[in-house]
Each structure stands twice: as C-alpha cells, then as structure tokens.
C-alpha cells in the first residue's frame, strides 16, 4: 500500500511539472506576439495621436470602413513605420486638438495645423511637410472679390483655426466660426453666408467634390504657412527628432512622394 501511495504522488508531481512547463512556453510566446520587434523582448513603443474626423483630403473617417484616411493619416503611419514606433488615433475638434497639446493628453498631434509663433509657445513642430495658406470661397454669382470685400459681411470659419484669428485680426467682417468647417461651406451655399474663409487645399478639394456648380474661390492666397506635426512642448525631444528624422526619409526614399500623388493628384512641388 506505501508503494501504491508513493508511487501515485510521484505521479502527481510529474504531471503538476509538466502543465507548469507548458504554461510557461506559451505566456512567453505571447509576450514574443506582443513586443512587435521579432522576439526581442523589447515593446515596441504607441503613441497616441490627436487628429481631426472631417479634414478632407488630409485626415477623415472613411464612411463606409470607419477607419481614419488621409494624407495625414498615411503620412504619420509612414514616419511611424521608418521609425519603428506605432500611432493611435483619436479624433476631435481641431479647438479640443489644440487644448490637448496644451494639457499633454496625447503624443502628438495631426490635423493640417499651421506652424505659427503663437502656437509655438505651447507646441513643438516637426519640420514641415506642406505648404498652405488661406483662401476665400464665396458663392458663383457673388460680387466679393478679395478679402477686401468682407467688411461688414457673414464670413465663415473654424473655431480655432487661423483662418478665425486672421478674420479678427485684419477685417471688419461679421465672423461665424463652427466646429466643423463643413457646416460653413454648407450655410455658405444655402444662402446663410456671404464668403467662408479656410485652408486653400480644404477649400479646394470641398468644392471640386461636392460645390463645383455653386461656390469657386476669389483673391490671393492668404497667410501662406506650412503645416506641421505637433507634440505638447518639450514633452518629448527624441520622439520630435525621430519623426523629423523618419519624414526625411520618406521624403528621400520617395514615399512621400506617392502618398501627395495619391491624394493631391500631382507630383509635390519641388524644394
């Protein structure tokens, strides 16, 4: 009977060996699935970004999958690549995207935000990677001309945008600014608004796609200023060189190339 007995206990003790040693392997295979990296153990870093939901062609949800596209969207994912680091998206309004890199809630930030001196006190750019400005979309039979036109009259904008501030700045018009600048351009063909003011490739692309019969843009490209890839100041040097160092790269290796043909339908001007 003491041999039956210690002979089921070694038993026991081989099998409770056994189940341990195969639990073991498999958490260490899933660490190896997590890390990204091809098993060496290091994660590999995410990063949350701050991005617009309505920014055509730049960043917007694709109605029809719900996933985030765009030239922004394409370009960060390509820097993010080079750079051996992963990005995460969350939308929101371009004012709540500009209070977050205020706060430090999110990484980085992408959205067609123009590199000025005011923001600067409060974010730190990348390098530029487009070249934009501010232009006026009035309505086909509209009798405004240039932005000198606008005094007294119902011009649209973004909340937050600098298109808002250069309305405030160096015009006597009445000003509406919305969350959304689709909404603007929508109050502007029924009648609601005298002229929008906004981002020249938006503006572009918003009455090629669905405004060709009823607005057009008038007058000199305003406020000519490039866009860049925003981090809450000082929160992150390395991560500010790597994204510099990755958009060089997909600017020489010509992988920003083919993301602006894609999305602008010609080759990017020349530097």
Partial sequence: MKKFMLLLIAAFM???????GTSESE????????SGDGGSGEETPTYTVATDANFKPFEY?????GEMVGFDIELLRAIAEDQGFKVE??????????????????DIGIAGISITEERKEFIDFSDSY????LILAVPQDSDIESIEDVSGK??????GSTSESYLQDNTDAEITAYPEIVTAYMNLERGRLDAVLYDLPNVQFYIKEQASDS???????????????????????????SINKGLANVKENGTYAEIYEKWFGEAPPKE
């Fill in 14 to 20: 081989i099998s409770v060996l056994a189940a341990c």
């Fill in 154 to 159: 119902n011009v649209g904008a973004r909340q």
């Fill in 61 to 65: 949800k694709n109605p029809d999958t």
């Fill in 89 to 106: 998206f969350q939308t929101m309004q371009f004012d709540g995207l500009l209070a977050s890199m205020r706060s430090g809630k999110h």
């Fill in 215 to 241: 607005l057009k843009t008038v007058g000199d490209v305003l406020e000519g200023q490039p866009y860049g890839i925003a981090m809450p100041k000082d929160s992150n040097p390395e991560l500010l060189e």
């Fill in 130 to 133: 487009y070249d934009s400005g």
């Fill in 27 to 34: 958490g260490s295979n899933g660490d190896s699935g997590n």
